[in-house]
């Protein structure tokens, strides 16, 4: 796809530093999950290596100010692109934390209360995105600030002339969603390579791909109900007509090859061939009208989560071959010969006669929540569990039984505002 002139006057792309290709290539890492308990206490004492002396208080005497202990208002919170770590966004600040083991890693407090509505990492790596929020917001609204932490400070920034609804990052783009357009930007120079008008998207809706050398992005087309798939590498453009009511809800697995997308209504879950625009699978969430918050892939692409309105996260069983998606789907995933399949009405013999709704297919497992708090979801690195965070500041760690399904385990709950008092 050409790259697209600059357009005047909208955005303008401002520099503190004349690239950020030095501060790219000499990321630092947030230590990786500890992938038995034998390793743990060693990835813990790695920690230093990430964020020397900017894990906790900073000094007094700095631009920032001291910790205060009380419980900070949530403004957002995000998972990273491989969901081992979540990002919240506070009215002071923004805090960052690690799934499995729950921890916090480190907390950024800023002098004057500043809030920040939209915190996207990148990675495990220092270089975050960074959009203020709240009654007393950092950063201007229509700004997108480039953090080093490392560095404790903004290296870049890219403004524009209406209120950014959120970013989205890839080790070598930049993404920023406004109500009615989509800017992609080299992340090495924050040079705009491309522009996209969208139907109002006041949810900043956008989705991208995280597979080195694929890049897809996902956003609202230009009708109701429609959704734009753009493959980058091959230049292609696909429009989907995904529903008939408004898209409330999507989201792209890992190598940008599925999209699953819900509506409005909150009945029903699409999962999409990116490529040619096919349907593979519908399930049902429900029978009455719902929200939904978030919808997460497996890295497998073997499972599907979906949140909402109604407290209950559901995880359904995914009938594709992922390795070719031109056959739609086959008759179960890889290595899921012991999975349960979806349950669906003992109707469904007659499903030509009567409504959809009796042959639709149902969650295998599901976890119960508090109802009327808004809840996100993603699968977590140890097998068959699922990460679950609230803007309640709640963190739930749960497992499934593949074989079984129905009501999920509780492994851990924890509330990520409040400071630790042991």
Not at 51 to 73: C, E, H, Y
Request: hydrophobic share 35%; charged share 20%.
């Amino acid at each position: 796809m050409a790259a697209i002139p600059h357009p005047n006057p909208n955005p303008n792309p401002n520099f503190l530093s004349p690239m950020l290709q030095p501060y790219l290539e000499q990321q630092q890492q947030f230590p990786p999950d500890p992938p038995d308990e034998e390793t743990a206490n060693e990835t813990a004492n790695e920690s230093h290596m990430s964020f020397t002396n900017n894990s906790i208080v900073s000094n007094p005497n700095s631009n920032q100010g001291l910790i205060d202990r009380s419980t900070p208002a949530l403004l957002h919170v995000s998972f990273n692109q491989d969901y081992g770590c979540f990002a919240a966004g506070i009215d002071r600040g923004f805090r960052i934390y690690n799934c499995d083991p729950f921890r916090e890693i480190f907390r950024r407090d800023f002098d004057g209360n500043g809030g920040i509505g939209a915190v996207e990492m990148l990675f495990r790596c220092n270089i975050l995105a960074l959009v203020g929020g709240g009654d007393s917001p950092q950063y201007p609204l229509n700004k997108v600030m480039i953090w080093d932490d490392h560095q404790s400070r903004c290296i870049g920034e890219l403004s524009f002339r209406s209120e950014v609804r959120g970013v989205r990052l890839r080790r070598d783009r930049i993404v920023v969603v406004l109500e009615q357009k989509i800017f992609v930007y080299n992340f090495a120079d924050l040079k705009l390579l491309h522009q996209i008008e969208t139907i109002a998207n006041p949810k900043g809706l956008c989705a991208v791909s995280h597979v080195a050398g694929s890049f897809v992005l996902v956003c609202p087309g230009l009708q109701k109900g429609q959704v734009r798939v753009e493959h980058y590498a091959s230049k292609r453009t696909k429009f989907v007509m995904a529903h008939d009511s408004r898209i409330a809800c999507f989201t792209l697995s890992q190598d940008g090859n599925l999209l699953a997308t819900a509506s409005t209504k909150g009945t029903l879950v699409r999962i999409f061939n990116t490529h040619d625009g096919t349907l593979v699978q519908e399930v049902r969430r429900g029978a009455d009208r719902a929200e939904i918050y978030s919808l997460a892939f497996s890295p497998t692409a073997h499972w599907l989560a979906v949140s909402s309105d109604k407290g209950t996260v559901h995880v359904f069983s995914l009938k594709i071959n992922a390795e070719n998606l031109g056959n739609a789907r086959s008759s179960s995933p890889p290595g899921s010969n012991s999975a349960v399949t979806s349950p669906s009405s003992s109707l469904s013999f007659i499903k030509g006669v009567l409504p959809k709704y009796f042959s639709s297919e149902w969650s295998v497992a599901q976890f119960r929540l508090i109802e009327g708090s808004q809840y996100i979801v993603a699968f977590g690195h140890q097998k068959n569990t699922v990460v679950i965070l609230g803007l309640d500041g709640s963190f739930y760690r749960c497992k499934f039984d593949p074989a079984t399904g129905g009501e999920m385990t509780q492994l851990e709950y924890h509330n990520f505002l409040k400071p630790d008092e042991s």
